[in-house]
Structure formats: structure tokens, C-alpha cells
Nanobody, 127 residues
Framework: QVQLQESGGGSVQFGGSLRLSCAAS????????TGWFRQSPGIKREGVAV???????QYADSVKGRFTISRDDANGTLYLQMNNLQPEDTAVYYC?????????????????????RGQGTQVTVSS
């Protein structure tokens, strides 16, 4: 089992920035892919950004150039730096982790649930 805990959400104005953090614990050695996902009421869950164990990153088209996913190898914390936030970025953001090697590399992250996910943190962007 892997436990994930997000932090760093909040309310910002259009064009502002936030940084989300995800602390992982448990059997993290079994994980191939970690990332960020989001969901708004009435909207299908969306994969935002993922990072493979070799450091390869992928982003949803809607956030490319604005969001950056990174990981602190010293403590295993996953981050999502979000810049130039827009009202359509408003959602609950979840940290996810998956044990399937093809979850990141095969693009499954964009359309499937990860094995593990945290409780989520709310991000609200006002216009």
C-alpha cells in the first residue's frame, strides 16, 4: 500500500501561482508512475501531469507551459508548480501513484484511475 497526502491548495486570482506538494509513504518502491489529477463538479477526472521513475514528464495540453511537475529525491515529495492560473483550473487536485510501468509510458494516465490517490486539495481561481 502507498499513502499519499496533498497540501498547498488555496484560492488565488487569475494569473496567480500555487505550488502543490504530495508526501508519499508506504511501499513507494513498487510505484512506476506518480502524478497529479484534478476533478471539478460535473467534469470528468483529468490527468494533469505525470512523472515516470526515470524522470520523464508528461502534461495535459491544457496546462503545458504553465504547470511543472517535479520531485525532491531526498524526501520523495512530489510537487506541482502552477503558474498563470486561470478560472478553468479550479478543481480538486489529487496526487496519484501507480504500479503499472505502462501507466505513464503508455499514456494510461490520461484516461484511467491510478492505483493510489490522496484525499485531494482544493484549488480555486477567481477571475
Amino acid at each position: 500500500q502507498v499513502q499519499l497526502q496533498e497540501s498547498g491548495g488555496g484560492s488565488v486570482q487569475f494569473g496567480g501561482s500555487l505550488r502543490l506538494s504530495c508526501a508519499a509513504s508506504g511501499d513507494t518502491g513498487s510505484v512506476y508512475c506518480t502524478g497529479w489529477f484534478r476533478q471539478s463538479p460535473g467534469i470528468k477526472r483529468e490527468g494533469v501531469a505525470v512523472r515516470d521513475t526515470d524522470g520523464t514528464t508528461q502534461y495535459a495540453d491544457s496546462v503545458k507551459g504553465r504547470f511543472t511537475i517535479s520531485r525532491d529525491d531526498a524526501n520523495g515529495t512530489l510537487y506541482l508548480q502552477m503558474n498563470n492560473l486561470q478560472p478553468e483550473d479550479t478543481a480538486v487536485y489529487y496526487c496519484g501513484a501507480d504500479r503499472r510501468y505502462y501507466f505513464c509510458r503508455g499514456g494510461l494516465w490520461s484516461r484511467a484511475e491510478s492505483d493510489y490517490r490522496g484525499q485531494g486539495t482544493q484549488v480555486t481561481v477567481s477571475s
